[in-house]
């Protein structure tokens, strides 16, 4: 995944400078480029199967398997529609700018278009290239001001707009399999629709 990093930090809506950072070895970062670059590593590390355990190589594995399945169907204008109104408008753009408020209104144009679109990556198995590239904001936790260690921030990811409707339509998708064929375990509360934590006490 292609990353960039805004080379300021966030803080109670206030912009915040990035600071030198100390490294691992106890040396110091030089400069802004130098920061970043750190940061980048730290917060999006490449992914190295050397460092794989025995879980991510069988998974790793799987993954480069000939899938036996049949294809699933395609999506329907009410799943795009319905995918994008969950995001509101209110969400951040990621690199293009392209915010869901202006998706959404793109959608009421070209309904069928911006269907085909994710069919497309359906029917392909894939996710565009363009798509994984992210903006990331660092922002800074509190009481950290003074932290010369990279752990100081939090970062979000912006992604686009894109990518994020089919990102849903496929969760949807797949919470739908789940679900109704009872799948999830019972006792499984996090990130899970309409089970509230409160639930397991």
């Given at each position: 995944m292609e990353r960039s990093v805004q080379n300021s930090g966030r803080q109670e809506g206030k912009i915040v400078n990035l600071t030198t950072l100390k490294k691992v070895d106890g040396s110091y970062t030089k400069d802004t480029a130098d920061t970043l670059k750190y940061m980048l590593e730290h917060f999006t590390p490449e992914d190295d199967d050397k460092?794989?355990?025995d879980v991510h190589r069988r998974a790793r594995a799987q993954s480069q398997l000939t899938i036996g399945t049949?294809?699933?169907?395609?999506?329907?204008?009410?799943?795009?529609?319905?995918?994008?109104?969950?995001l509101g408008n209110r969400k951040a753009p990621g690199e293009d700018g392209i915010t869901c408020e202006i998706y959404n209104r793109e959608f009421e144009i070209l309904p069928s278009h911006l269907t085909a679109i994710n069919n497309g990556c359906l029917n392909r198995g894939v996710y565009p290239t363009i798509w994984k590239r992210t903006k990331l904001i660092p922002i800074t936790k509190?009481?950290?001001?003074n932290c010369e260690d990279v752990t100081k921030f939090r970062p979000i990811s912006l992604m686009y707009t894109g990518g994020k409707v089919l990102e849903k339509v496929l969760i949807n998708r797949i919470n739908h399999h789940v679900f109704s064929h009872n799948y999830m375990h019972s006792n499984q509360?996090?990130?899970?629709?309409?089970?509230?934590?409160?639930a397991q006490s």
């Amino acid at each position: 995944m292609e990353r960039s990093v805004q080379n300021s930090g966030r803080q109670e809506g206030k912009i915040v400078n990035l600071t030198t950072l100390k490294k691992v070895d106890g040396s110091y970062t030089k400069d802004t480029a130098d920061t970043l670059k750190y940061m980048l590593e730290h917060f999006t590390p490449e992914d190295d199967d050397k460092d794989d355990d025995d879980v991510h190589r069988r998974a790793r594995a799987q993954s480069q398997l000939t899938i036996g399945t049949d294809d699933d169907k395609e999506f329907i204008v009410l799943e795009i529609r319905n995918a994008i109104e969950s995001l509101g408008n209110r969400k951040a753009p990621g690199e293009d700018g392209i915010t869901c408020e202006i998706y959404n209104r793109e959608f009421e144009i070209l309904p069928s278009h911006l269907t085909a679109i994710n069919n497309g990556c359906l029917n392909r198995g894939v996710y565009p290239t363009i798509w994984k590239r992210t903006k990331l904001i660092p922002i800074t936790k509190p009481g950290k001001d003074n932290c010369e260690d990279v752990t100081k921030f939090r970062p979000i990811s912006l992604m686009y707009t894109g990518g994020k409707v089919l990102e849903k339509v496929l969760i949807n998708r797949i919470n739908h399999h789940v679900f109704s064929h009872n799948y999830m375990h019972s006792n499984q509360f996090g990130f899970t629709p309409k089970r509230a934590q409160m639930a397991q006490s």
